[in-house]
Nanobody, 124 residues
């Protein structure tokens, strides 16, 4: 069973930054496109960012474009989400997910495996 594991969440002031990491030590990361999703209290889970298997193609939700950057290091089996200029509305549980697609996808149903999530809270 493929199981991504997230880390790096926490409490940050508005305008601050965090970097989330997703480890994939138990599977061959290069065989999967990877994505980040988030779920705020009382809301549906939503797409945040995705990266293709090679890392050459990325895709972002409009709400985070220009502030968040997704990247990957297949050799180290790590996927990152750099989040800058954080806003209170970015507060959510962030999930890393793996998809057996070659392209970066915003569609939840494309993703086969999900991590347990890491909490990000943006508040003064």
């Amino acid at each position: 069973q493929v199981q991504p594991v997230e880390s790096g969440g926490g409490l940050v002031l508005p305008g601050g930054f965090l970097r989330l990491s997703c480890t994939a030590s138990e599977f061959t990361l290069r065989n999967y496109a990877m994505g980040w999703f988030r779920q705020a209290p009382g809301k549906e889970r939503e797409f945040v960012a995705a990266v293709s298997r090679t890392g050459f193609t990325t895709y972002y939700a409009d709400s985070v474009k220009g502030r968040f950057t997704i990247s990957r290091d297949n050799a180290a089996k790590l996927v990152y989400l750099q989040m800058n200029n954080l806003k209170p509305e970015d507060t959510a549980v962030y999930y890393c997910a793996a998809a057996r697609t070659t392209y970066s996808s915003q569609t939840e149903s494309d993703y086969d495996s999900w991590g347990q999530g890491t909490q990000v809270t943006v508040s003064s």
